[in-house]
């Protein structure tokens, strides 16, 4: 087997690394910089949703919230003299510690009824965001104050415009995470979340703890998101209560199947596709949506499995 | 490790599928639960392995009461089974399915598996070497990188005998494990069953196959309608008129007139 000394997870961070590097020689201007870390970030999210979705099977359609989570916290807490690290790191805890709380008892839903509990969950998260203007700015909200990326590049003697310092951060959280997820998909752990994915009794038989390992995937999975959107408050410098609505969580899910929901390369793909497409398709002006659209019905109609497992199937069957 | 199963029972729909069905398995020998389609062999099973909750009766391992534990907890006790409707993980491939059965030896923690520290390498190369001995006594050392879900119906009852191996059980309960299997595959699952008990496991054993049962079973247990009818030896049952008249029927009373011969 190729590559057994390195291991995967080392493996997909050098891939995901190499790719990051490729970008940015490819990126003639900030604004591709921009689309670009917007990839990363998306990659990072929907890297936690491959994680539930693919390796478990459970949907949820309210990650946005902890996303939003993520971001606000990194938002809010510096208002109140906390270093943009240390809220950071507060708001991916917060939603770590939320995803454990209400995972128990939603957990021992399945299918749609796990869709739509998760659904009501982000629901509220979101609620409180466009409300609480005192804390959250409301609907319009609110400015990022804090690190700069710059500044850690500086540290290294590294002068980078600040999009292209934010694209390397968000490249290399995103290569990290991707490690992290394929790490455990060839772990002891990741067996279990494997084998709950295709048959909870024979799993139980076995010994595994399902309630306990769902809720483990679920928390990782709420981590990813949170780590995603306070890199977005930092590198867009401004959050809206968008980031945990109901279309934020929709289409992180979509991105995931998209791409393929059992490979962190699938993650990859559909965050890029679903993230780049948009900025191309822009020259379509009033039809931007439909092709968008007309592509992704395509797609899942021809490649149920999503594109990454799809095509690696037919390059697989190719060689003899 | 002994199973003892004491007035055990559940209703559907207000109908008894088991209905205070009692017996003893002990270790190092075959015992079998036989008897028509809908006599509740399966949902025995399901009862004893924690998938149904039992409304009646008492389940003990070695003196233990272990009745109302979850599935996942029987697994720590000793127990492991197959599934009469196949249980396996078809997008893994054939070795990963076995190596899902050594979980509970695997002592690596959530973050040494994130971090893919030699710890959780270490658990996993272990879980390898396990799982690759227990397919070749399955028979299945050929197939163990192909997908489960290429695999014939007889290779994934094997397979799912291979996988509850690995776990360590003293107690195995199989739900027709020589379903699908032909005359040859039938006598290797055969002799691996009995091999199995000889080590000193529990084995309880669900099968069609009357000549299987008649040449590896130490005990039998008939079950008719959700009711035990008959219990005893190899021997006893075949001359049991009651089993013969109410049961067995003419066909079955020749079949293990033929295996007797």
């Known amino acids: ?320 | 490790m002994t199973l003892e199963i004491d007035g055990i029972g559940i209703s559907f729909g207000g109908i008894k599928a088991v209905d205070g069905v009692g017996f003893a398995a002990r270790p190092g020998e075959v015992t079998s639960i036989i008897g028509p389609n809908g006599a509740g062999k399966t949902t025995l099973f399901n009862l004893i392995s924690g998938v149904y909750p039992t409304a009646a009766g008492t389940v003990r391992i070695d003196g233990r009461d272990v009745t109302r534990l979850p599935a996942h907890l029987l697994a720590r006790a000793g127990m492991a089974r197959t599934f009469q409707n196949l249980q396996i993980f078809p997008q893994m491939t054939a070795r990963d399915n076995v190596m899902t059965g050594c979980h509970m030896r695997e002592r690596a923690s959530l973050l040494a598996d994130l971090l893919g520290l030699p710890s959780s390498r270490r658990e996993t190369a272990k879980s390898r070497i396990a799982a690759e001995a227990a397919l070749d006594r399955a028979g299945l050392a050929e197939l163990a990188d192909r997908p489960a879900s290429e695999l014939s119906y007889g290779q994934l009852k094997r397979l799912e005998i291979a996988r509850a191996l690995v776990t360590g059980c003293s107690i195995l309960l199989l739900d027709e494990p020589a379903a699908g299997c032909n005359a040859v595959e039938t006598r290797e699952v055969d002799d691996l069953i009995a091999a199995i008990a000889s080590e000193g496991r529990t084995v309880v054993l669900i099968e069609h196959d009357m000549r299987m049962v008649m040449r590896i079973s130490a005990r039998i247990v008939v079950l008719d309608q959700g009711r035990k009818i008959a219990e005893g030896t190899p021997e006893q049952i075949r001359n049991d008129p009651q089993v013969i008249a109410a049961y067995l029927g003419a066909h079955g009373a020749a079949e293990a007139e033929a295996a007797h011969g």
């Not at chain 1, 690290?85 to 957990?107: D, E, H, Q």
């Not at chain 1, 483990?216 to 977005?232: D, N």
């Not at chain 1, 199947?257 to 822009?282: C, D, H, K, R, Y």
């Open chain 1, 1 to 320: 087997m190729a590559g057994r000394s390195i291991g995967p997870g080392l493996r997909t961070f050098l891939i995901f690394a190499a790719l990051v590097v490729i970008g940015a020689a490819l990126f003639p201007s900030s604004y591709f910089y921009r689309v670009g870390t917007l990839v990363w970030i998306n990659t990072l999210s929907v890297t936690g949703i491959v994680v539930l979705l693919g390796y478990v099977g459970l949907v949820s359609l309210g990650h946005a919230g902890f996303f939003a989570i993520g971001a606000y916290a990194t938002a809010i807490l510096p208002q109140y003299g906390l270093p943009s690290g240390v809220a950071m790191l507060a708001g991916i805890g917060g939603a770590a510690l939320l995803a454990l709380l209400v995972g128990r008892p939603i957990l021992r839903l399945s299918g749609y009824y796990l869709a739509i509990a998760t659904l009501g969950l982000g629901m509220l998260i979101w609620m409180v965001l466009s409300k609480e203007a005192w804390l959250t700015g409301g609907p319009d909200g609110m400015a990022v104050e804090g690190m700069s990326a710059r500044n850690l590049f500086k540290l290294v003697g590294l002068s980078l415009k600040s999009a292209e310092a934010w694209y390397w951060v968000a490249g290399g959280c995103a290569s990290l995470g991707a490690a992290l997820a394929v790490n455990l998909g060839h772990s002891p752990w990741g067996r279990a979340l494997r084998a709950i994915h295709d048959s909870d009794v024979a799993a139980r038989s076995l010994g595994i703890d399902v309630a306990r390992a769902k809720s483990a995937a679920f928390v990782i999975s709420a981590v990813y998101a949170a780590v995603a959107g306070a890199l977005l408050a930092l590198a867009n410098g401004y959050i809206t209560p968008d980031t945990g609505g109901f279309m934020h969580s929709v289409e992180m899910v979509t991105m995931a199947v998209l791409g393929g929901a059992s490979s962190v390369f699938g993650a990859l793909v559909g965050a890029l596709i679903l993230t780049a497409l948009p900025q191309v398709l822009t020259v379509l002006a009033d039809y931007e949506h439909m092709v968008l659209g007309a592509i992704m019905v395509l797609t899942m109609i021809a490649m149920r499995r999503g594109l990454v497992p799809a095509l690696a199937g037919l390059w697989a069957r190719r060689r003899p």
